[in-house]
């Protein structure tokens, strides 16, 4: 059983919890991630590490409420102890493993959307606690979707907020963002890491190639195992099938086949509506419906 | 009775069976064992032992048997063999045991198989649990996976006294066993549970979600976590596919995939979690005992399955009892068929399957005769699922993070046979890591081995 050290309403539906870890918080690096089980019945669910302490022996997540599962999730509190949490799984970053005269000449642009932040975070606080200087463009639909602003400020040398409706910050996509800083602001990066839904990704890589610019993505397929036995995660970079969670789940973004990963994160759509139905009505779900039985 | 006969078992009708996941087969009752047992000759020099890969004294239990008492029998076999329940349920006994029996020259062989499992059986429902050696020699070994390689070797060194710790990736134990084989063929909560539980009841500690090449590595058990040996049981767990247009379309799955998510998650139960999409009409591409436990699966969750293998029924590499059963149950075996390409709708869901017509041509290598396309054969079959079956290797995580470990050009592990030695010292493996995938009992030989090897190789150390 692994305990719940804290957990956090970072925005609305979207929890930041510390988990008592000690194995994986040994040996996890930025870029990986975990799978959490709840209980005996629930699924696995992957998600990135956002930070560990390999002291205290704790791994943090952050998720937001999306379908049933993190629903599931969202109800347990500090004190409470998920089932299961394995990892550390998929390859860390490569900033991790580059030589110090690499990343010497990289002029790095973190792009984070939405809950895609919390992933974000410990690769820029692993650059700057080894003593390289890096930009965040921060992105979200509105203002009260803004996440970890404070915390990134910290290790970041310049944040950039950019909110869709203006409501904080730039007005305007993190696409925007990133034009703004190359052509108005006269920004020079040669590297872009950008982490956030599949669609943002893909916009990102679309505008990066256009400028020129190498960048990286962080994939979320559907997983089950994530540790590369079924296939689930499966997608298509460069033209060649990959494993997300053992080839990835970082890759090239002018490589990835955007539009095939979008297509096959909606596999379960309607499943997961189901799920949702059912956790929201109870028994009324399954017994109710209009009566023609045709649920059964 | 008809001695040349094997006595029948009894099983679930077809009809009823193939709309629900219980066992299939039911096994023999005590009359009907004693029965069967009472047909075996006892031979003083048993060819059947010879054929089976852990040597069980078979004539020996069977003679406990023919007697009634169970529960000798239950310590001869436990003697041999980590896992009889398992054993006697999915071994291929018709290519082991069972095809050296005298019995079989003039007619059916002895029903080592079902007479093993009925013992097993019996002993599970009568409490009957092997007993731990109270003396422990101080002595650390590592197991890597516990699916039957890794039991049987770590239920082998418990039971020469050493400490044995078993780190599993998953969230529960049994590998192949939890994930792979359907209850239909092997009960979960009974009969594997059971075999596991014993063999922690000898000693045995297991840690699951622990992903050795993650979470720690094996230089690091040997060096900072004080174990003096490991075994690498860790299978052979990566699917294939075949690399033709359309295969990362939704509804396309690896076996793997769709047996872990109805075995292992429980997708078919509406308490539990995981999804699986419900399919109208499914193919199943391949003819191994992987592809038979896919298509009645897919079955039993309500669709149409067909099986498409490029061979004709003879080359079906499945046990010959899995197709008869899969038959029974309804599937429909399209033979002599290949896909050349999955057809996606706009959506990107599969809407069907484009395939090609086989003729056997001149043996290959292995001596079965060489599939080759028939020109002009093309078909479309309409399928809105498609399950790939087609093998698994061994997964490169491992390897590829322990220095000095010698492995083959398929991945495999390069491990010595009588012993598991591996190349680096103090690491031993043994089942699919290193064969590639084969079967339950082949593995559980190997761990076997491998527990000797590691005996020997700590005593004179």
Known sequence: MFKILKKEYLADNIILMDIEAPKVAKSCYPGQFVIVKTDEKGERIPLTICDYDREAGSVTIVFQTLGSSTQKMAAYNEGDSFRDFSGPLGCKSELCTESREELQKKKILFVAGGVGTAPVYPQVKWMKENGYDVDCVIGARNKDLIILEDAMKEYAKNVYVATDDGSYGFKGNVNDKIKDLVQNEGKEYNLVIAIGPVIMMKFVSLLTKELGIPTIVSMNPIMVDGTGMCGACRLTVGGEVKFACVDGPEFDGHLVNFDESIKRQQMYKSEEGRAILKQREGDTHKNGGCGCGGDE | ?461
């Open chain 2, 1 to 461: 009775m008809d001695v040349l006969k094997k006595v029948p078992v009894r099983e679930q009708d077809p009809k009823v069976r193939a709309a629900n996941f219980e066992e299939v087969c039911l096994g023999y009752n005590i009359e009907e064992a004693r029965e069967e047992a009472s047909r075996c000759l006892k031979c003083k020099n048993a060819k059947c032992i010879a054929g089976c890969p852990v040597s069980i004294d078979i004539p020996g239990f069977i003679r406990e048997v023919e007697e009634g008492n169970i529960e000798e029998a239950s310590k001869v076999i436990g003697k041999y063999s980590a896992l009889p329940a398992v054993c006697g349920r999915v071994c291929p006994q018709e290519s082991q045991c069972e095809e050296r029996c005298i019995r079989g020259i003039k007619g059916e062989p002895v029903s080592i198989g079902k007479l093993e499992r009925f013992v097993a059986d019996w002993s599970r429902e009568h409490g009957i649990k092997p007993e731990a050696n109270p003396n422990k020699n101080g002595k650390k070994v590592a197991v890597i996976g516990s699916g039957p390689a890794g039991l049987t070797c770590a239920g082998d060194l418990a039971k020469m006294g050493y400490d044995v710790t078993i780190f599993e990736a998953l969230h529960e134990p049994g590998g192949v066993l939890v994930y792979g084989i359907p209850e239909f063929r092997l009960p979960k909560d009974t009969v594997v549970k059971t075999e596991i539980d014993n063999v922690i009841s000898l000693g045995v500690k297991i840690e699951t979600n622990v992903v050795i090449g993650k979470s720690t590595t094996i230089e690091e058990l040997l060096t900072e976590e004080g174990f003096d040996a490991v075994f690498i049981g860790s299978g052979a767990g990566l699917p294939k596919f075949m690399g033709i247009p359309g295969e990362n379309a939704n509804g396309v799955f690896s076996a793997n995939e769709y047996l872990t998510r109805s075995n292992l998650m429980k997708a078919s139960r509406d308490d539990y979690d995981t999804p699986l999409i419900a399919s109208n009409k499914v193919a199943v591409i391949g003819g191994g005992n992987v592809a038979m436990d896919a298509a009645r699966t897919a079955l039993r969750l309500g669709a149409e399955v067909h099986i498409v293998y490029r061979r004709s029924e003879e080359e079906l590499p499945a046990r010959v009892e899995e197709v008869h059963h899969a038959k029974e149950e309804g599937i429909i075996f399209d033979l002599l068929a290949n896909p050349k390409e999955i057809l996606v709708d706009e959506n990107g869901w599969v809407k069907g399957m484009r395939c090609i017509k086989m003729a056997l041509g001149e043996p290959d290598e292995s001596g079965r005769r060489r599939p080759v396309e028939v020109e002009g054969s093309e078909f479309t079959l309409d399928v809105d699922t498609v399950i790939m079956s087609l093998g698994t290797s061994p997964n490169p995580l491992i390897s590829s993070t322990t220095p000095g470990l010698e492995t083959n050009r398929w991945k495999c592990i390069v491990a010595d046979e009588e012993n598991g030695m591996t190349s680096k010292e103090g690491v031993f493996a043994g089942g699919d890591a290193v064969t590639g995938a084969a079967t339950v009992i082949l593995a559980m030989g190997a761990g076997k081995a491998a527990a000797k090897g590691i005996d020997e190789y700590l005593s004179n150390k």
